[in-house]
Each structure stands twice: as structure tokens, then as C-alpha cells.
């Protein structure tokens, strides 16, 4: 069982920036496909930024593209989401997946992942 731990979250001013790290108790991740959503108050659970298992695969939803980084370091068993320039609208709950189905890709969809993280608050205010 991979039991997933995020942290880093926080209050933040428009145009600051935080670093989400997630991380497992127990068994590593390092070939894992890893993903972080989000989930704003009165809204869906969207797709964030995800990275491959090996790392050399990472994609974003367009919302964050050029202001969020998503990178992982195998020998810390972490993976982390570097927010830059954020936004009133980047508010929500932040929420780390993971899959073992495959080490090459990395995945958009929440159905992918089997396990997930119990999510760490990030307000941002204006």
C-alpha cells in the first residue's frame, strides 16, 4: 500500500509562490507516475501537472503552464510542485496522486491514479 503525504501549502499573496512536496510513508514511488489536482471551493477536481515515472515526461493543464513546475528526486522518494505567480483563482486544495501502471507516461486523468494524498490547502489572497 502507497500512502501519500503532501505538505507545503499554505496563505500566500497574488504573485508569491509556495513548494508543494509529496511524499510516501513506507514503500518508494521513484517509478511511479505522479500527478497533482486541485480542488477550488464550489468546484470540480481538476488536473494540475503530472510527471512520469522516470521523470522525463511532465505535462500541465494550460491554467498553470509557464507558472507551476512539477519535478521529482528519486533518492528523497519526493515529488514536488514549485507554484509561481499565483493567482486569487489558484485556491484550493491541492491533492498528490500516484499509479505504477506505467514508468513512461504521465497521465491528465484522475481514474489513473489508485492512490491519492489527503490534500493540503493553498489560499491565495488578492
Known amino acids: 500500500q502507497v500512502q501519500l503525504v503532501e505538505s507545503g501549502g499554505g496563505l500566500v499573496q497574488t504573485g508569491g509562490s509556495l513548494r508543494l512536496s509529496c511524499t510516501t510513508s513506507g514503500r518508494t514511488f521513484s517509478n511511479y507516475a505522479v500527478a497533482w489536482f486541485r480542488q477550488g471551493p464550489g468546484k470540480e477536481r481538476e488536473f494540475v501537472a503530472a510527471i512520469s515515472g522516470v521523470g522525463l515526461t511532465s505535462i500541465y493543464a494550460d491554467s498553470v503552464k509557464g507558472r507551476f513546475t512539477i519535478s521529482r528526486d528519486s533518492a528523497k522518494n519526493t515529488v514536488t510542485l514549485q507554484m509561481n505567480s499565483l493567482k486569487p483563482e489558484d485556491t484550493a486544495v491541492y491533492y498528490c496522486?500516484?499509479?505504477?501502471?506505467?514508468?513512461?507516461?504521465?497521465?491528465?486523468?484522475?481514474?489513473?491514479?489508485?492512490?491519492w494524498g489527503q490534500g493540503t490547502q493553498v489560499t491565495v489572497s488578492s
Open positions: 496522486a500516484a499509479d505504477a501502471k506505467s514508468a513512461w507516461t504521465a497521465f491528465r486523468e484522475a481514474g489513473e491514479y489508485a492512490y
